[in-house]
């Protein structure tokens, strides 16, 4: 994952692209190297494409010093 970088979710099921008849949201999780805080902190954003805030953007997601840095993307989805 790459600050600045969008990041699209498609879901396929036998080749065909469902990703219109689920709902999803984004999530950055895992732990900070700096100040130890871990989770899966919601990014807010649901059913669209994820762009990586800057770390000071970041960091209002994950309450870490570091933003982003350590965190890996995920997505749910039902």
Do not use: C, H
Not at 30 to 45: E, H, I, P
């Amino acid at each position: 994952m790459q600050v600045n970088n969008k990041y699209i979710f498609k879901l396929f099921d036998n080749g065909q692209d469902i990703t219109d008849r689920v709902n999803y949201t984004w999530y950055l999780e895992g732990k900070s190297a700096t100040d130890g805080r871990t989770g899966a902190f919601n990014t807010g954003v649901k059913n669209a494409d994820y762009t990586v805030p800057a770390n000071i953007t970041a960091t209002l997601i994950t309450g870490s010093i570091d933003g982003a840095q350590g965190f890996s993307l995920a997505v749910d989805y039902e």
